[in-house]
């Protein structure tokens, strides 16, 4: 069998291949096709790496263009044009447009790499240990970024006290029963409290992970402006939301916040190459030169991708807009499904979105009823509870109804309202 040597030889920490055993060799837009020809429709998109697809043509080009002409590849830090590039469009088409004025920090290239790297900077800029973060939160697996993860599981991985960092109650926690806030608000201004003043809190506005859990722009505001009052900086975690996931290039836009810190990774190089980004206020940027650093701090190939998918993407308001109309075909879809499983519900926002389900198991076996029928979906939440959708931000629309539909099967026949799916083989 082919699969032999992933089996013998790699370790078994591996989790989305065991779901999903296929060898992928080719990718292109929403899909995947395995070696032996399969064709799968991808609702996973790289946990969010994929906000514009696989192998988007252009991108591709470029790369391929860039390589022959033995342009730099890696640098450290030190200064290509492909860099530059980059810093120029990412300056013109993101940054001025929306008044945000952020240093840019390139840390190492993933996504716990940008948080360990706010976490730092919150603690060096402030004085001060402590971070909070927020139930249900997720954001890396390294300690510092483990240590503002909510996940049981993942935090014993760690092997050691998991330090300097206390939880605080996400948006509706309570159900709507204790005015936000309440807790936070009372322990900064009770000298009495033994809650030591936190340098920084560090937020997700959508909980990826953590069942998406999707906070509301006043709950958003709310926080930022009792920060700004106790002069606590304010980390969105940007990760997974951010680059169009919700709807708008940043996830906060909407709340009309400005965080002191901003973590972006995932999807900024827009090929699904390795980058991270940390952004922070000028005045926030007391770093040493290097005082914290790294090997794989210039991908220039994904400085390229970078840079030219903000132009594809983000030179006007057309894209966005032709994503309004496709989130809400998909949160339409998804509010249709709901209606065959009682108790089950639409989470999330914009393309970060997913149907949550009462018995905890049924998520799972949505996803491997979808998996049956040539789709990949994954699951969210502490108990794996919530199936989520997460298909490319330019999928065509015949291809976000196709998914939406073999979804709906999946659901139904996960529930034991339908049969077997005859398996169609896709052509190469
Ligand atoms: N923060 C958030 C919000 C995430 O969703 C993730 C990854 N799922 C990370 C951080 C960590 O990113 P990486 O896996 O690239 O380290």
Redesign the pocket.
Known sequence: MATDIFDTRESQVRSYCMNWPAVFERAEGPYQWSEDGTKYLDFFSG??ALNYGHNHPELRELIVEYVANAGVTHSMDMKTPAKRRFLEVFEKLILEPRNLDYKVMFPGP????T?EAALKLARKVTGRQHILSFTNA????TLG?LSVTGNSMKRRGAGIPLTNSSKIPYDDYFGGDVPDFIWLEKVLEDAGSGVDKPAAVIV?TVQ??GGLNAARMEWLKELSNLLKRHKILLIV?D??AGCGRTGTFFSFEEAGIYPDIV?V??SISGYGLAMALTLFKPELDVWEPGEHNGTFRGNNLAFVTAARALELFWSDDSFQKELAGKIEALHTGMEKITGHVKGSYVKGRGFLAGISFPAPDTAGKVAAEAYKRNMLVETSGPQDEVIKLMPPLNIPDEDLQKGLQILEEAVLAATGQMGEPSRLRAPH
């Open positions: 946990a969010g993933t996504g716990t790499n948080v997720f954001h890396g697996m970024s997700e990826g992970e975690d990760v997974q973590c990774s995932k």
